[in-house]
Nanobody, 124 residues
């Protein structure tokens, strides 16, 4: 079993930055792919970014490419999502999720472990 806990959310003005953290406990962290997803009210949960277990592979949603960076520190069992140039449409609850698949996935259905989420609010 894997437990995931997100932190780092908050309120920021458009153009600002935030860094989210996802700390894992339980089974071996280094073998996990970790993704970030987000969900705003009345919207489906959507893919943001994902990173492979070694940190060597990443993929991003087009809406955040060039503004967000996903990274990980396996020694600290932590994955980060650095967010720059934030926009009001980035407002959502951000979730981290993990799986042990051999390929990176953008689908929520492929992630077996989920955190409780952290709120990000961007004002114009």
């Amino acid at each position: 079993q894997v437990q995931l806990v997100e932190s780092g959310g908050g309120s920021v003005q458009a153009g600002g930055s935030l860094r989210l953290s996802c700390v894992a406990s339980g089974r071996t962290f280094s073998g996990l792919n970790v993704g970030w997803f987000r969900q705003s009210p009345s919207q489906e949960r959507e893919f943001v970014a994902t990173i492979g277990w070694s940190g060597g592979w990443t993929t991003y949603a087009d809406s955040v490419k060039g503004r967000f960076t996903i990274s990980r520190d396996n020694a600290k069992n932590t994955v980060y999502l650095q967010m720059h140039s934030l926009k009001p449409e980035d407002t959502a609850v951000y979730y981290c999720a993990a799986n042990r698949q051999t390929v990176l996935s953008r689908s929520t259905l492929d992630y077996h472990y989920w955190g409780q989420g952290t709120q990000v609010t961007v004002s114009s």
